[in-house]
């Protein structure tokens, strides 16, 4: 009877271990800035805005967004991931001289799959190729749209046990058009850079 009890104690641990090894899930928050790759209508709103000013220094188009998420991390094998997460992305635009500001606001909710490729025997660290697709609701002044865009990302993992940082590069593609002014184009597609800190 004894030895019955070892073993199925020792096979319930082998079988806990395993698991662990095949199936992982993290919480992790994130921060990344962006660099806003061409909001055209946006830009123009403010120029035309500011058109009664002179401006002296500086450019009156919105070039940076800051941008805040939370998410979970769903990993198998540590080679395959499932990331759902949503964000806030906010791009300011304040004109020293003329007591005006801006901002673009962007809600953001989704889907990201990860491949991640090993770059040691160990599986310390692995190469992220991933992509996925956000909800995006976007507003500025008295404009607002929304719409089911993609979004491409590659990085860098560091497969700690408890910890587990990511290094991201994403491409984001959102854009709409404004839901009752169809002309106007809200286009917060950007380059990012940030991290996830994955617990």
Excluded: H
């Amino acid at each position: 009877m004894r030895k019955l009890i070892v073993l199925i104690l020792a096979f319930g641990i082998s079988l806990n271990v395993s698991a662990q090894d095949v199936f992982k899930f993290k919480f992790f928050p994130s921060i990344s800035f962006g660099y806003l790759m061409n909001p055209e209508d946006v830009n123009n709103y403010i120029s035309d805005d500011l058109s009664s000013y002179s401006i002296t220094f500086g450019t009156t188009d919105i070039v940076m967004s800051f941008n805040f998420g939370i998410g979970g991390s769903f990993r198998f094998y540590n080679l395959i991931e499932v990331q759902p997460l949503v964000e806030y992305s906010y791009a300011p635009k304040i004109i020293s001289g003329a007591d005006e500001s801006y901002a673009f606001n962007k809600f953001s909710g989704g889907m990201m799959a990860n491949f991640l490729i090993p770059i040691s025997s160990e599986r310390k660290s692995s190469v992220i190729i991933g992509a996925g697709l956000l909800y995006n609701s976007m507003s500025f002044e008295e404009f607002s749209g929304s719409s089911l865009n993609p979004r491409f990302q590659t990085g860098l993992s560091l497969n700690n046990d408890r910890f587990n940082p990511q290094i991201i590069f994403a491409y984001d593609l959102a854009k709409a058009t404004d839901d009752e002014y169809e002309s106007f184009e809200l286009n917060y597609s950007s380059i990012r850079i940030g991290v996830n800190l994955n617990f």
